[in-house]
């Protein structure tokens, strides 16, 4: 046989077998993965997942990838942490201080991407409130709560991470530093000035976990002030506005919500779900993911949102920061200490 004859028999054979064994991976199932989230974060990760499963993403020899958005609240994980039986293979939290502190001993987690998006807790009150509410910070809505009867909004701390930040920026506030330690979080008198505060709240389960809809909706005509995640002020802006006219302000002792991706390795997490949850990872990191964030009302990760954003730019006149302040974020103790702080709520 010609030696010219034997490549062409050689070259044919090996593209059958390529043909055929990308054929055979095509054929495969998807490997699925999920993804566990705080529902801030949930809608922008629903679309960055749909759009991810489409692309086309592979791992391993070329197995397809399909990643699956599950919605667990960080408050839940705090109390009922993530077990070898029981986890996903991807986290993301909404504050990095909470999942610090919450990982089980026969669960290990690998950091994949330290932020991917940024929002604050933001204070609201109406201009119209100026009068009972002079000063919007957390001293000036215990001065007005401790001598007057005023209706405060916020979320309940068990049930919502935006609520247990909101106690903990108070507390800090109180306690005048960013890191904050048990003992602080046990203090008597902090407790004692923290009670008006709590005690303005005339209803948590009605308040729910989104603040700002509630405080937009036709129960929130009462409110006074409120603290929400500024994703959520902005998202309801329009129909807060209807309102009155909305003032902004950040907490001397901000708490910011930095949105990590954790990988989180068992005994039963294979090298190819790391690999898929990796990939996410870098996916929603990627500038085409980052540049969708501002429709959520998110801040990227490294950057801050464009000067002709149509989310961000109608609220820098009500107080909503262009940038956000240089501040040290508030930092958490331990979470014996935060388990016990919730027991005020129960």
Request: aromatic residues 8%; glycine residues 6%.
């Amino acid at each position: 046989m010609r030696r010219g004859s034997l490549f062409i028999i050689l070259f044919v054979l090996i593209a059958a077998m390529i043909i055929g064994a990308t054929t055979l991976l095509r054929s495969q199932p998807a490997l699925e993965i999920t993804v566990a989230a705080d529902p801030l974060a949930e809608a922008w990760l629903r679309e960055a997942a749909l759009a991810f499963n489409q692309s086309g993403a592979t791992v391993g020899v070329g197995r397809r990838v399909r990643v699956n958005i599950s919605v667990r609240s960080d408050t839940a994980v705090l109390q009922q942490t993530w077990t070898p039986n029981s986890h996903p293979v991807g986290w993301v939290p909404a504050w990095s201080s909470v999942a610090n502190i919450s990982r089980g001993s026969s669960v290990s987690a690998q950091v994949a991407a330290l932020s991917l998006a940024r929002t604050p807790l933001v204070l609201m009150s109406f201009d119209s409130r100026v009068a009972e509410i002079p000063v919007l910070s957390w001293a000036g809505l215990q001065t007005a709560a401790s001598t007057s009867v005023i209706n405060l909004a916020f979320s309940l701390p068990t049930n919502s991470v935006q609520g247990l930040g909101a106690v903990i920026s108070a507390i800090a506030d109180f306690h005048q530093t960013s890191i904050l330690s048990d003992a602080q979080l046990s203090n008597t008198a902090m407790r004692a000035w923290l009670a008006p505060l709590v005690e303005s709240v005339p209803n948590f389960n009605t308040v729910g976990s989104n603040v700002a809809q509630y405080v937009a909706g036709p129960q929130g005509g009462t409110v006074d002030a409120a603290i929400a995640s500024e994703s959520q002020w902005l998202l309801s802006l329009s129909t807060l506005s209807l309102k009155g006219v909305p003032r902004f302000a950040y907490p001397a002792f901000p708490v910011v919500f930095d949105f990590p991706f954790l990988i989180l390795r068992s005994t039963t997490t294979t090298d190819d779900e790391v690999s898929a949850a990796q990939a996410f990872a870098a996916y929603l990191s990627a500038d085409a993911q980052q540049t969708r964030l501002e429709q959520f009302g998110l801040r990227p990760a490294l950057s801050e949102p464009l000067a002709t954003s149509t989310v961000f730019g109608p609220a820098l006149q009500y107080g909503i920061a262009a940038a956000l302040p240089a501040v040290q974020p508030v930092q958490l103790p331990s979470s014996s200490s935060l388990l016990a702080l919730n027991q005020l709520f129960r």
